[in-house]
């Protein structure tokens, strides 16, 4: 993990991160990136629909850097799903609402659900072949090349795998290393003491 933060140390001292990257919103940073102010945006899909107004085609999609000095695989990539849909048991005590839920979830992963959610710059939630975002979506176009790359994808986000207590401390971790007022040391060390203090 000191590889890790020393690499982003590195990023931080090499000018990567804005001044006020601990109290700029997330749509003020937006806004940098669509009006070019900035040279990347950590974003999703929920943006394509802008992006594609703003920047059109002058858009694209990238994984993050590889490192050579890593015994670790490179082709990953974070395509683990997140907020599935869960359904109680208990809408099987009431026949219209079993029947009504079975509806919504039948429609939800059709193909005319599909269908609008790329009208609607949506990834939907079910594949089908050959339906893919129009040409003119660029944005979407771009991610679907990159999640079509044949990289591995961890089941879990890493961050998830661990307590609570530890995944805010590596947030805190990172961006005390970002802003300068952790040492990579420090920040472990934050991290070590959060999950032992999680036992």
């Known amino acids: 993990m000191v590889k890790a933060f020393s690499k982003i140390q590195g990023l931080s001292k090499a000018g990567a991160f804005p001044e006020n990257m601990s109290t700029i919103e997330y749509f003020d940073a937006k806004q940098q990136f669509d009006t070019g102010k900035a040279a990347m945006f950590g974003s999703g899909q929920w943006d394509c629909a802008e992006f594609d107004k703003n920047l ?111 995944q805010q401390s590596l947030y805190d971790g990172l961006f005390g290393v970002m802003q300068g007022t952790y040492t990579p040391q420090q920040a472990l060390a934050k991290m070590d003491e959060a999950l032992a203090n999680s036992k």
């Open 56 to 166: 059109g085609d002058k858009i694209g999609f990238w994984w993050g850097p590889t490192f050579k000095d890593s015994k670790a695989d490179q082709k990953l990539d974070m395509k683990v799903p997140s907020a599935p849909i869960a359904v109680s048991a208990s809408v099987s005590d009431n026949e219209d609402i079993k029947n009504a839920t079975y509806a919504f979830l039948k429609f939800y992963y059709s193909k005319d659900a599909a269908e609008l959610s790329y009208e609607n710059s949506m990834f939907p939630a079910t594949s089908y072949v050959g339906l893919t975002p129009d040409s003119k979506q660029y944005s979407m176009s771009a991610m679907a090349d990159a999640l079509s790359n044949g990289y591995e994808s961890p089941v879990a986000a890493p961050d998830l795998t661990v307590p609570s207590a530890v």
